[in-house]
């Protein structure tokens, strides 16, 4: 395998990984909008405001749980990009992402305070505190 390919396939791995981070990403957005969506049903169909209430709940949860995902992909991006610009001596397959934690938007929290998600689940909790004030 040439130099060449070695930083190649490096990249390839990272990029894999990246794409696993923004599918896991894709696929909680989803998995929250049905949640939520069949506890509003069940509200609606039994007039209790207590399911409402706990669809708060799983909304936390799915909000750390992205900001988790976003976390590791933007290591994963900062290791790609130092990666890139690497000698091809100096390829060695790591997919190490320690060493770009320290700066506060690839940390759990500074994701989950990304604009993306704080629009996302400020938004659904707005709307799911309206709901709550409907359902009666």
Request: glycine share 4%; hydrophobic share 55%; charged share 20%.
């Amino acid at each position: 395998m040439a130099a060449t390919d070695n930083k190649q396939k490096h990249l390839e791995f990272i990029q894999g990984a990246v794409n696993r981070m923004a599918s896991n990403l894709f696929l909680l957005k989803g998995w929250t909008i049905t949640l939520i969506a069949a506890l509003f049903a069940l509200s609606a169909k039994d007039a209790n405001k207590a399911f409402v209430a706990v669809a708060f709940f799983p909304a936390l949860v799915f909000w750390i749980l992205d900001g988790y995902f976003l976390s590791q992909e933007r290591r994963f991006r900062a290791l790609y990009d130092k990666v890139r610009t690497m000698a091809e001596v100096d390829i060695d397959f790591s997919m190490d992402t320690r060493a770009f934690k320290g700066e506060f938007r690839n940390t759990w929290v500074g994701s989950m305070m990304s604009p993306t998600l704080l629009i996302y689940y400020a938004a659904l909790a707005l709307i799911m505190l309206s709901l709550l004030f409907i359902v009666r």
